[in-house]
């Protein structure tokens, strides 16, 4: 097995030579060439056995990739030889789109932060669906699904089921993005009319998918970080008025409070990585203290290690996800959650 601490000493240090953005960009390139065999095999990471059931789907664990770091599907089997117990890829809107000017992604090097304002840049879902179905790895795929940045907020359901019935069939869950702060008016979509308003037909919509394609996907809902308590509540309600199969918390934050003062937080976007974990873990305690289990939590949002992974599972989560954390550390944080879980 290659020796994964190079990374903080030698491929981090160069990654962070360039650009956010252009350090990313290499690295999924990379994540591409190593997807395919024997490369694969030669950087794969064995971690622990550690069967989780969440949703009804059968987990190797329950540390998965988050959403945005993968949004084309690109590199499903390199990140799955990583120790991943789910991959999430996405968020993936009809059309291809360009996302937000660049810059949009800043290092808040001090706290181990990312601002991101990539504004859902993908290359549309017909591409992903490609991507999943050349998948190799046969853990859990989850894919999160958008609307296009020019969709009018009221016809935004129209986006979400053209995604909904193009990936169903190849994925294990299908996770519903509504609290991405860097799509004009996106989030507006977590209010309760508007959210039963999307979600109402995507419920519908499974039930017919289920009996189309002879298997249930569960649809989770992704939030933000940033609700006001009532806010929380009518989401909580919407969802189990659905029943909606899993709730993820969080999304990235806009709160800059506990980054006050550091380089690049003026910039506009979502906050991920350490400074988010105090807010995206009130949330889920929040959450999971008015659902009292009645729905399956994903915890994401600054976890950096065991600890906060576990603090997280402590607070409800049945499932976890990282993204800020792989970029700080590199591959081997995978295994050391996992391992110590
Ligand atoms: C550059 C970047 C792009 C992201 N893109 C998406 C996205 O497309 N869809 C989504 O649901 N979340 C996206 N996220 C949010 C992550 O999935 C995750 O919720 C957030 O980063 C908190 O986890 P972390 O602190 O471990 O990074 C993105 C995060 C980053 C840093």
């Known amino acids: 097995m290659i ?7 030698c491929m981090r240090p160069l990654l962070f030579m360039a650009t956010p953005e252009r350090a990313h960009n290499v690295v999924l390139g990379l994540a591409r060439i190593l997807s395919k065999e ?6 794969a990471q ?26 084309d599907g690109d590199a499903i089997d390199y990140f799955g030889a990583l120790g991943f ?11 291809p789109q360009k996302g937000n000017p660049k810059p949009r992604m800043f290092r808040i090097y001090s706290a181990r932060g990312i601002i991101n304002r990539m504004g ?4 549309g879902v017909d591409y992903l669906v490609k991507n999943l179905k050349k998948r190799s790895y046969s853990g859990i795929v989850g894919v999160s699904i958008g609307k296009n940045e020019d969709t009018p907020l009221e016809k935004a359901s129209e986006d979400y089921l053209i995604c909904m019935d193009k990936v169903y069939p190849y994925c294990d869950y299908i996770s519903v993005n509504v609290s991405c702060p860097n799509t004009p008016d996106l989030t507006k979509l977590q209010q309760e009319e508007e959210l039963m308003a999307l979600l109402k037909p995507l419920k519908e919509r499974q039930a017919e998918l289920t009996e189309k394609h002879g298997k249930y996907v569960p649809l989770v809902v992704k939030i933000s970080p940033d609700l006001y308590d009532h806010e929380l509540q009518n989401v909580c309600s919407v969802c189990v008025d659905l029943k909606i199969d899993g709730i993820n918390c969080t999304n990235t934050t806009v709160s800059r409070s506990i980054v006050h003062g550091m380089l690049h937080v003026n910039e506009w976007g979502g906050l991920s990585g350490e400074p988010l974990y105090i807010h995206s873990t009130r949330i889920l305690r929040k959450v999971n203290n008015y659902l009292q289990g009645a729905i399956p939590l994903i915890g994401v949002g600054g976890i950096s290690g065991p600890i906060s992974a576990r603090e997280k599972l402590y607070n409800g989560a049945s499932l976890v996800q990282i993204y800020t954390s792989l970029v700080y550390q590199g591959p081997s944080v995978v295994k050391q959650i996992v391992n110590n879980l």
Do not use: H, W
Not at 38 to 43: A, E, W
């Open 3 to 9: 020796l994964y601490n190079l990374y903080s000493s």
């Open 120 to 123: 859902f840049n993908n290359r």
């Open 46 to 71: 064995k971690v622990d056995y550690r069967p989780c059931e969440v949703m009804g789907l059968q987990f190797s664990n329950p540390v998965g990739l988050a959403a945005g770091l993968d949004k």
């Open 38 to 43: 024997p490369l694969r095999s030669l950087f």
């Open 85 to 95: 117990g789910f991959i999430e890829v996405g968020t993936v809107t009809p059309r």
